[in-house]
């Protein structure tokens, strides 16, 4: 799809995460949601205008809604063959609570 590998493509957001996040921030784990981080619908938006132009192919300005994290959008725009599951509201939650346990 992209001509870059999943793995690069997941490198790549979590810089940009990252970088958004600034100095000092928690690390960036691929498989949390971006709104976890903070990101709203601009900045999903800007991002993907970033991405769509470090890739060279167009990306729709809701990739990050249709695939809410680094991962399954690397999977996604990586061009590989396994799914990447999207999470659904539930199984948010659920992580969510289980990190605030922790």
């Known amino acids: 799809m992209s001509g870059r590998s999943a793995a690069e493509i997941e490198a ?3 810089e940009r995460l990252r970088a958004r996040l600034g100095p000092g921030a928690e ?3 691929a498989h949390l949601p971006f709104s976890y981080y903070g990101l709203d619908s601009l900045d999903a938006v800007a991002l993907a205008a970033e991405l769509e132009e470090w890739l060279g192919v167009e990306v ?9 994290t680094a991962h399954a959008v690397s999977i996604y725009l990586g061009g590989s ?3 990447a599951p999207t999470a659904d509201a539930s199984s948010v939650s ?3 609570a289980e990190l ?3």
Not at 60 to 68: E, I, S
């Open 12 to 14: 790549w957001l979590l």
């Open 27 to 29: 690390p960036v784990d």
């Open 60 to 68: 729709t300005p809701d990739v990050a809604w249709d695939h809410p």
């Open 81 to 83: 063959t396994t799914d």
């Open 94 to 96: 659920a992580l969510l």
């Open 100 to 102: 605030e346990e922790s």
